[in-house]
């Protein structure tokens, strides 16, 4: 077996010394913050144990940590380069499940998978949100910005979104796959698509809006749209989760009702409390101070990884942070939306605050990602003509 030179050793130590002394220490305290945060509920929505929901979260974290530090040392050359290869993969995973149930009514979101003294469920569709925005940094990355500006450049990156997209809504699953057309389209404006696409994609949904209502929607899908406008018009059946949770925001008032003191939550009036609703429970029990303190440590992440892209000295990597911040954000807007019902239920998780294994080792990889652009933030990452080289 070959040996390394000593020289050799000392030089890798001294890198990987200096790319932990760079290390964004503050991101990781504040998304470890949020994630304790996440298990104080966990445990309240557990009704006080701590086995249940809190103990396994915690566990994930901790292994979503050291994802974090482990994608972090990766230079950022080496994730420009295996981006398609990952988007890829995933692609594969749901092509995959729709082969292994081909023919059923529904296909199921998750892949169990059991390895020696562990099982665990994998979910392809939340892997997807952050493999589309790794493939369209690396694909726009490559392309000159009046290059990018044209309309010849939009079919790729289109079909990238659309591809993803579309076979998460067959599945069905609708809300992950609206996030993952939004993030990808998020990404286009920010890589400099000119409006003008942006304001004639709107129209044409809007003209399809009649054949996606009665052609594709699903019967329960439509009833969601229906009970968003008039949540009265079924409140025992369809609108039975938004009525518990406009009631349990209510009664938290300001200061809220104490921990483990929600009578909704405490009660199982409030239906998912651990995963859809649980930041309904944290209004309940914290009050408005308890909610606005949750929504000011996500501003706080956002604008740190703001931060982190406005000083990569690449294109890829600020689109690439740009993309991870864009779609975090709108994984917690669109969880506390529909939570206080601005938007209709679409079963989107609330990132470390709600119980979910793959959703949490996912966000901690992008996080990853985010905090190896920091790190090689003065790393040129070479350009390649035509975006899908």
Known sequence: MAVLPSSRIAEGARIAGRKLVDMPWGLLVLLTATAGFGCMMLYSAAGGDFTVWA????????????LFLAIAMVNIRTIHQYAYVVYALVLALLLAMFVVNFGEQRVERWIQIALP?????????????????????????GLALNVAR????????????????????RQPDLGT???????????????????????????????SAPV??????LPYQRDRVLT??????????????????KIALGSGGVWGKGYLEGTQSQLNFLPEKHTDFIFTMLAEEWGLVGALALIGLNC?????????????????GRLLALGI?????????????????????????????????????????????????????????????GGLI
């Open 117 to 141: 003294g562990m099982r665990f469920q994998l979910q392809p569709s939340e892997l997807m949100k952050f493999a589309v925005v790794l493939a369209l940094a690396r694909y726009f990355h």
């Open 212 to 217: 996606v209502w009665f052609a594709l929607m």
């Open 325 to 385: 911040v864009t779609a975090f954000f709108l994984y917690v807007f669109s969880n506390i939306a529909m939570a206080t019902g601005l938007i209709p239920v679409v079963g989107v998780p609330l990132p470390f605050i709600s119980y979910g294994g793959t959703a949490l080792i996912t966000v901690m990889m992008a996080f990853g990602m985010l905090a190896s652009v920091h790190i090689h933030r003065d790393t040129e990452v070479p350009r390649h003509s």
């Open 55 to 66: 103990r396994p979260q915690m566990a994930r974290f901790a292994a979503g940590v050291l």
């Open 177 to 207: 796959g609206l996030l993952i057309a939004a993030g990808g389209l998020c990404l286009l404006f920010l890589a400099g698509v000119r409006k003008r696409w942006f304001v004639a994609g709107f129209a044409a949904l809007l003209a």
């Open 300 to 316: 706080l992440i956002v604008l740190y990884g703001i931060g982190i892209a406005m000083r990569s000295g690449s294109q890829f």
């Open 228 to 245: 968003f406008l008039e949540p009265e018009r079924d409140p025992l059946g369809a609108g039975y989760h938004i009525q518990q949770s």
């Open 150 to 169: 044209r309309w010849t450049s939009l079919p790729v990156p289109l079909i990238l979104i659309a591809l993803p997209a579309v076979l998460v809504m």
